[in-house]
């Protein structure tokens, strides 16, 4: 079985300064991550993903997130947060043995950006 | 490219009633997977479908159902609605093969059973 944990329910930051959503797995072999991000209604949009290599992952508006194989995180940050970028963050994980495309989600994670 | 089109985006039913929602994937992809996304769980996957065929199924009761079709559109079926079923439907494609690639989500249908 596979699970994502996202501790925190909501993050809140000041616009400019850094923030970080975390994000902890468990899989069954190597795993597929991934983070997603929701605006409100509407559909979740792709941000990034790891599947293997370089442990530091680099994605879409200027996001990034690292792989972290012996604490089984992939936390997600920028380094200058955007009022923008409040929204609801996902992280997902797919075993690389899965069959399939299905994704387990995390709870999600509320960021809140404030001017 | 158009991306993933789903219909209705809003629908209100009664309990009892039974309702189909609708998925188109993005031009190439054949794999197309649901997913039901509520407050209190969460987003919970509810199948997939590659080729006409359902891959993977979650844990939901077999109210729920789903096909796809040979240009790999999609549908889903809730019959004997709740009002436990009242969620937003997402639906995501994504190109065959390696399963390292991303899904691509829809706007979903957010679905009220009254």
């Known amino acids: 079985a596979q699970s994502v944990a996202q501790p925190e329910d909501q993050v809140n930051v000041a616009e400019g300064n850094p923030l970080t959503v975390k994000c902890t797995y468990s899989v069954s072999g190597n795993p597929y991550l991934f983070w997603y991000v929701q605006y409100p209604n509407r559909g979740l949009q792709f941000l990034l993903k790891y599947i293997t290599g370089d442990n530091l992952v680099k994605g879409s508006y200027g996001f990034e997130a690292e792989f972290n194989k012996s604490q089984t995180s992939f936390h997600l940050k920028k380094p200058s947060a955007l009022v923008s970028d409040s929204a609801l963050y996902f992280c997902?994980?797919?075993?690389?043995?899965?069959?399939?495309?299905?994704?387990?989600f995390g709870g999600g994670t509320r960021v809140l950006v404030k001017p | 490219k158009a991306g993933v089109t789903q219909t209705p985006r809003y629908l209100i039913k009664t309990r009892g009633q039974q309702v189909t929602l609708s998925c188109s994937p993005i031009s190439g992809h054949r794999s197309v997977s649901w997913y039901q996304q509520t407050p209190g769980q969460g987003l919970q996957f509810l199948f997939e479908?590659?080729?006409?065929?359902?891959?993977n199924k979650g844990n939901f009761p077999g109210r729920f159902s789903g096909r796809q079709f040979s240009n790999s559109r999609s549908e889903m079926n809730v019959s004997t609605l709740e009002l436990g079923d009242s969620a937003l439907y997402l639906c995501a494609s994504s190109l065959p093969g390696t399963p390292n690639n991303e899904q691509f989500f829809g706007p979903g249908t957010r679905l009220t059973v009254l």
């Open positions: 479908y590659f080729s006409e065929t359902q891959r």
């Open positions: 997902a994980v797919r075993g690389l043995r899965a069959a399939g495309n299905k994704l387990t």
